[in-house]
Structure formats: structure tokens, C-alpha cells
């Protein structure tokens, strides 16, 4: 399969825990899996019509629904199939609410400073990276709210990470022995290896900690006999991905749709590109 197809359709090739689910139709890819990530239950590889895609809205919106998600994504890029879809989708109750870019990585990435980087290899280390994943996101209260249920379901996505089997790892950066920043790896379903998000702790931040995780993870794909590293990246990550040698194939556009609303509206907004989060 051509890689620039892959990395516009990623979210559809990318591995599943058991308790994620994948269903393949000819007008999309639905792909969930369970957690409060909002890429966690999304559309991608729309092929639809103008006659279909409202059934595929309704479709999407049982499926998750089912699920307990209240909401799901679009991913919309260049082979997006009507022309117009997000138009369409807007008018089908969604919400524009990012834009990204998918970008590959054929060769090896620049290197930025020596930084300690280790992969995560115990229930503590992965706390540790889901903790750094929550960094600067909500208030104080919220945040802490979070933590504790981080804390508390940590088993369950112990045995969830253990269930990829070596095709989903992580890794974590340190400065001083502390783990200030998180990247994940996704071997996918044609060799090709995915980065799955990053976050740096604020106080660590513009230290090299990204690039650090970036060629541990095209260290670890290689080794692992993987092929390009893809990524949809948001504008946040695009310019320091493109930075470490990554090149944009793809413009893509997230739409945001409720389970409650994805019927038929005819409701036409146009909300702003929002927030700044990586897609991945």
C-alpha cells in the first residue's frame, strides 16, 4: 500500500487492545477503543457519497454510542470522499475542531542534545507516562481528579499494554531521574510505525526532550524492522517534527461529532480550527 495513503488513513491500521474494536466498511474505517482520549473513537478512510454519508453519521453514532462514548472524531483529508465532506459533516450536526498534517520520516531523524530515554517496562513506568500525558490539560481540581483515576485504573491499562504484544511501546524521557516527557510507538498492520502522542512536562520544556523521543522511537522502529515512522500531527508538533527531517504528505481536518446529534440537521456552522493537541 502507498505510505502517503497509510499516513492519511493511519488511524484505520493502527494496532488495538482487545477491548478496542475496528469495523471496515466500504464507505470508512470506525475505530475504537476504550479510555477518554478523543481519538479513541473515530471515523477515518472516508469513502462515502453524497447519498450515504448521513447513514454513515447515524451508523458511527450507534456504534459508539453503544460503546458509552458521547462523542467521536472525524479524520478528513485530500482522499476524502465526497469532495465536500466537511461541509456535509458541518451540516450533519459536526464540529470543525482542529486541523493536522500527516508527515513521514524515511530516514534517520536529526539527533538533539544526549538525553537519558528509557522504555516503559513496568505498571510504575506506565503510570509515569500516562501521568505526563495529562500534563497542562484542565484545572487544578480536574487535574487531580484525573490523576487519581489514573492511579486507580492503572492495572487494567497495565494488562491492556501487555495485550499489543510488542507492538505498542512506550517510552519515557528523564532529567535528573525524574520522567518529565512520554512518547508512544505503534507497529502497525503493514510494518510501518507510528508515533502515538507526546507530551513534556511544562517545567522540562525546550530541552530537547521531544527529539529525544522521537529518534529513541525511529531507533526502536528499526530495530524492529518497521519501516517509514508516520505521524498526524498537530500545528503544535508539525513545525518540530518537520524540524527532525519528518515531510508533510497530507493536510488533514478533525471533526468533532456528538452520538446525540450525528442525525441529519441541516444545521450549517463554521467554527474555527480550536485547539492545538496532537491527533495522534
Keep these: 500500500m502507498d505510505v502517503s495513503v497509510l499516513a492519511e488513513d493511519l488511524m484505520g491500521y493502527i494496532p488495538l487492545p482487545p477491548s478496542g474494536s475496528r469495523q471496515r466498511t466500504p464507505a470508512a474505517c470506525l475505530n475504537y477503543q476504550p479510555g477518554p482520549i478523543a481519538s479513541y473513537a473515530n471515523v477515518s478512510a472516508v469513502r462515502a457519497d453524497a447519498t450515504n454519508l448521513a447513514d454513515l453519521c447515524a451508523q458511527a453514532a450507534a456504534l459508539f454510542a453503544e460503546r458509552g462514548r458521547n462523542d467521536y472524531l472525524w479524520y478528513v483529508g485530500p482522499r476524502t470522499t465526497p469532495s465536500d465532506a466537511v461541509d456535509a459533516l458541518v451540516s450533519l450536526g459536526a464540529e470543525v475542531v482542529s486541523a493536522c498534517t500527516a508527515m513521514l520520516l524515511d530516514h534517520q531523524p536529526v539527533q538533539g542534545p544526549a538525553m537519558d530515554v528509557r522504555e516503559v517496562e513496568t505498571p510504575e513506568d506506565l503510570l509515569d507516562f500516562r501521568r505526563i500525558g495529562l500534563a497542562g490539560l484542565g484545572d487544578d481540581k480536574t487535574l487531580e481528579a484525573d490523576t487519581a483515576e489514573l492511579a486507580s485504573s492503572n492495572t487494567g491499562a497495565w494488562a ?15 532529567i535528573n531521574g525524574t520522567p518529565v516527557a512520554a512518547g508512544g510507538l505503534l507497529l502497525t498492520d503493514h510494518a510501518i510505525a507510528m508515533l502515538s502522542g507526546g507530551a513534556t512536562l511544562p517545567s522540562a520544556r525546550r530541552q530537547g526532550c521531544y527529539r529525544a523521543l522521537v529518534h529513541a522511537r525511529w531507533v526502536a522502529a528499526a530495530n524492529a524492522g518497521a519501516g517509514p515512522l508516520l505521524v498526524q500531527a498537530s500545528p503544535m508538533f508539525a513545525p518540530i517534527l518537520a524540524a527532525t527531517g519528518f515531510k508533510a504528505v497530507a493536510a488533514m481536518t478533525l471533526l468533532r461529532q456528538t452520538t446525540s446529534s450525528a442525525q441529519p440537521t441541516l444545521q450549517r456552522t463554521s467554527p474555527d480550527v480550536a485547539h492545538g493537541q496532537a491527533c495522534n
Design 160 to 174: 491492556d499494554f501487555q495485550s499489543y504484544a510488542g507492538r505498542r511501546r512506550n517510552f519515557l524521557a528523564y
